[in-house]
């Protein structure tokens, strides 16, 4: 499946568990390290919990597991690497202090449509 597929499904899962502000990152030529980056703002921890679920889920439907996950049911910050893809969900404080948008900023912001 194509990579832009895959982020596409993705983007889609975040936004069935009413993720908030999901930003999509080409990171792919600044970068070796991965292709895209998809940022999203969970509003508690339950809902933090079944987005990260959602996507695992998501890529599992296609045979792709993560290859690396870090936080848990009770973080504030949830990162799961899928090599190319790597998505990480915040609670709104954790996003606004840790911002990646502002470290990546050479990346390109890609809606889901342009894909």
């Known amino acids: 499946m194509d990579i832009k597929e895959l982020v596409k499904d993705i983007y889609n899962g975040l936004?069935?568990?009413k993720a908030e502000d999901i930003t999509i990152l080409d990171i792919s030529e600044i970068s070796v390290?991965?292709?895209?980056?998809?940022?999203?703002?969970?509003?508690?921890s339950p809902q933090m919990s079944a987005m990260k679920n959602e996507v695992e889920n998501a890529m599992a439907k296609h045979g792709i597991n993560a290859k690396h996950v870090e936080g848990g049911n009770n973080s504030s910050w949830v990162l799961i690497d899928f090599e190319d893809i790597v998505v990480h969900l915040?609670?709104?404080e954790?996003?606004?202090?840790?911002n990646l948008e502002r470290i990546w900023q050479d990346g390109k912001e890609v809606s889901v449509e342009e894909l």
């Open 94 to 98: 954790d996003r606004e202090f840790y």
């Open 90 to 92: 915040f609670s709104g």
């Open 33 to 44: 390290m991965a292709d895209y980056f998809i940022i999203a703002n969970a509003s508690s």
């Open 15 to 17: 936004d069935d568990k």
